[in-house]
């Protein structure tokens, strides 16, 4: 019952006018750089945080929130009819998306996808509802070895899911880490990694390296592949509604697609990615129609459609509950609290509620305004491809620049963006994710804090890390994420 009374409080927060218009601007932003390809979530959050420092805390998450949730509406748009996802977790949309509209079936396959991003946002906000008071209220008997073995289960799962070798995912992890103790040491007051320089004794700004890895990396990386020849477009064909086959045929995987996405999400290391790769290879072994698999089956289109969105819902249940990010979003998302001064978890649950529930409530709302903006507007919306993409990247990279300068006022903050951003390019260019980077500059200084309060408490003794149930159980799956693999490959070699 307490829920349900914290819930309608969180609709009186979001439903206040004000409020109101950010979850509109979030979700007009979001739509829009979902349907541009190259551009995410993540990079247009990490670009506003310079800017939205005036805004009220619980306005600019709303915001925020509409970003998130419209980028995976407007992702589908580009992969139905342009065969180029705009969103990772677009690319399974876009198998069978494309083949629909080719045979004239876009709007049926833009209805799907819209309505599934719906129904699965609904329901996944719903269950992100209940299980973040619950997950908050275990979190207040966790210990400091418990967070830690929760962090160190979060670095080796990130490293490796994330990225085509371990290898690749550790270094990028360690590299976040060494950015993210740089300064001073705030347990013995020691300069770290400062190379004598005054200026870095205050540490990188968060927003700075987000901003550099995003805005200048993955700009300069898509610029570098730009083509000037633009994709063909399929036009928006059929009926401008699902007919009674299409319905029957798209509610179970939306269904199917809820269930395999809001878990999935709350995984480190998952995305939307992987959610959407498993509901497409569900949906292919389920069918009753096996033969259109391939040629544009709608299962294909509302089972991945509906999972990435559930899975937008789940990575907000660690995030907010533990301050736990499972994904790159999620962890510009965090960088925005820390923006803020709050740090998620269950205090904030009871020292805030009015920005966690107006949150949440705010994704009900988000979810009906971007089913509006998305099914009639379509047309819309597909305009935006014609924006040349040269002054497109030069934009955001001047908005950037004018961001992080306004920050501080600082040539050093400018000199940082420009290393780490051509860093960040590197990254892309020989395939070293970039997610592991920012859960490690996050994650890195509260696990290193986790860790010396719990040995200090321990006198030393390594085993307090695995004193608690919890926190045994959580070393030993992170100890068996590295080993496991190397164990099987071993197997397979001597077999």
């Given at each position: 019952?307490?829920?349900?009374?914290?819930?309608?409080?969180?609709?009186?927060?979001?439903?206040?006018?004000?409020?109101?218009?950010?979850?509109?601007?979030?979700?007009?932003?979001?739509?829009?750089?979902?349907?541009?390809?190259?551009?995410?979530?993540?990079?247009?959050?990490?670009?506003?945080?310079?800017?939205?420092?005036?805004?009220?805390?619980?306005?600019?998450?709303?915001?925020?929130?509409?970003?998130?949730?419209?980028?995976?509406?407007?992702?589908?748009?580009?992969?139905?009819?342009?065969?180029?996802?705009?969103?990772?977790?677009?690319?399974?949309t876009a198998l069978e998306g494309n083949k629909m509209a080719r045979a004239g079936r876009g709007a049926a396959a833009l209805a799907t996808a819209?309505?599934?991003?719906?129904?699965?946002?609904?329901?996944?906000?719903?269950?992100?509802?209940?299980?973040?008071?619950?997950?908050?209220?275990?979190?207040?008997?966790?210990?400091?070895?418990?967070?830690?073995?929760?962090?160190?289960?979060?670095?080796?799962?990130?490293?490796?899911?994330?990225?085509?070798?371990?290898?690749?995912?550790?270094?990028?992890?360690?590299?976040?880490?060494?950015?993210?103790?740089?300064?001073?040491?705030?347990?013995?007051?020691?300069?770290?990694?400062?190379?004598?320089?005054?200026?870095?004794?205050?540490?990188?700004?968060?927003?700075?390296?987000?901003?550099?890895?995003?805005?200048?990396?993955?700009?300069?990386?898509?610029?570098?592949?730009?083509?000037?020849?633009?994709?063909?477009?399929?036009?928006?064909?059929?009926?401008?509604?699902?007919?009674?086959?299409?319905?029957?045929?798209?509610?179970?995987?939306?269904?199917?697609?809820?269930?395999?996405?809001?878990?999935?999400?709350?995984?480190?290391?998952?995305?939307?990615?992987?959610?959407?790769?498993?509901?497409?290879?569900?949906?292919?072994?389920?069918?009753?129609?096996?033969?259109?698999?391939?040629?544009?089956?709608?299962?294909?289109?509302?089972?991945?459609?509906?999972?990435?969105?559930?899975?937008?819902?789940?990575?907000?249940?660690?995030?907010?509950?533990?301050?736990?990010?499972?994904?790159?979003?999620?962890?510009?998302?965090?960088?925005?609290?820390?923006?803020?001064?709050?740090?998620?978890?269950?205090?904030?649950?009871?020292?805030?509620?009015?920005?966690?529930?107006?949150?949440?409530?705010?994704?009900?709302?988000?979810?009906?305004?971007?089913?509006?903006?998305?099914?009639?507007?379509?047309?819309?919306?597909?305009?935006?491809?014609?924006?040349?993409?040269?002054?497109?990247?030069?934009?955001?990279?001047?908005?950037?620049?004018?961001?992080?300068?306004?920050?501080?006022?600082?040539?050093?903050?400018?000199?940082?963006?420009?290393?780490?951003?051509?860093?960040?390019?590197?990254?892309?260019?020989?395939?070293?994710?970039?997610?592991?980077?920012?859960?490690?500059?996050?994650?890195?200084?509260?696990?290193?804090?986790?860790?010396?309060?719990?040995?200090?408490?321990?006198?030393?003794?390594?085993?307090?890390?695995?004193?608690?149930?919890?926190?045994?159980?959580?070393?030993?799956?992170?100890?068996?994420?590295?080993?496991?693999?190397?164990?099987?490959?071993?197997?397979?070699?001597?077999?």
């Amino acid at each position: 019952m307490e829920t349900f009374e914290l819930l309608l409080h969180g609709f009186s927060v979001a439903l206040q006018p004000t409020n109101l218009m950010w979850a509109l601007v979030g979700s007009v932003l979001g739509t829009a750089i979902g349907i541009l390809p190259g551009i995410g979530p993540a990079l247009t959050i990490a670009l506003l945080l310079p800017v939205t420092t005036a805004l009220a805390p619980t306005s600019a998450f709303i915001m925020f929130a509409g970003i998130l949730y419209g980028a995976m509406y407007g992702g589908s748009t580009t992969s139905i009819l342009l065969n180029t996802p705009g969103e990772a977790g677009s690319m399974m949309t876009a198998l069978e998306g494309n083949k629909m509209a080719r045979a004239g079936r876009g709007a049926a396959a833009l209805a799907t996808a819209a309505i599934g991003s719906f129904v699965a946002g609904t329901i996944a906000t719903l269950a992100l509802t209940f299980a973040a008071p619950a997950v908050a209220e275990l979190a207040f008997y966790f210990k400091p070895t418990d967070y830690f073995a929760i962090t160190a289960l979060a670095f080796c799962s990130v490293a490796v899911v994330m990225g085509t070798s371990r290898t690749r995912g550790f270094v990028s992890l360690f590299l976040g880490i060494a950015i993210g103790v740089i300064g001073i040491d705030t347990m013995t007051g020691q300069p770290r990694l400062t190379f004598g320089n005054m200026q870095l004794l205050r540490g990188i700004a968060l927003t700075v390296v987000l901003v550099s890895l995003f805005a200048v990396g993955e700009i300069l990386y898509v610029a570098s592949r730009y083509r000037s020849t633009p994709g063909v477009m399929a036009p928006i064909k059929g009926q401008l509604w699902m007919t009674k086959q299409d319905w029957a045929r798209s509610w179970k995987p939306w269904l199917r697609g809820t269930a395999i996405g809001f878990p999935m999400g709350a995984l480190p290391g998952s995305g939307s990615e992987i959610p959407t790769m498993l509901s497409y290879t569900l949906e292919r072994k389920l069918t009753k129609h096996p033969e259109e698999f391939g040629k544009g089956a709608i299962e294909g289109v509302a089972g991945p459609e509906a999972a990435n969105n559930a899975a937008a819902a789940g990575i907000l249940v660690p995030l907010l509950t533990l301050g736990l990010p499972t994904s790159a979003t999620a962890a510009v998302l965090l960088a925005a609290f820390q923006n803020y001064g709050l740090q998620p978890g269950p205090f904030l649950f009871t020292s805030n509620p009015a920005l966690i529930w107006g949150l949440i409530a705010s994704l009900y709302v988000g979810n009906v305004m971007l089913l509006v903006l998305n099914l009639p507007l379509v047309g819309i919306w597909v305009q935006l491809l014609r924006i040349p993409r040269p002054q497109l990247y030069a934009g955001i990279l001047v908005f950037a620049m004018i961001g992080v300068w306004g920050l501080a006022g600082s040539w050093m903050d400018l000199t940082i963006m420009l290393v780490v951003g051509l860093g960040g390019y590197v990254m892309r260019v020989y395939d070293f994710p970039i997610a592991p980077v920012l859960i490690g500059l996050i994650l890195g200084p509260m696990a290193e804090t986790q860790l010396r309060t719990a040995l200090a408490a321990g006198q030393g003794n390594p085993l307090v890390l695995v004193s608690t149930p919890l926190s045994a159980v959580l070393i030993t799956l992170a100890v068996l994420l590295l080993a496991l693999p190397i164990l099987l490959k071993r197997l397979r070699a001597n077999a």
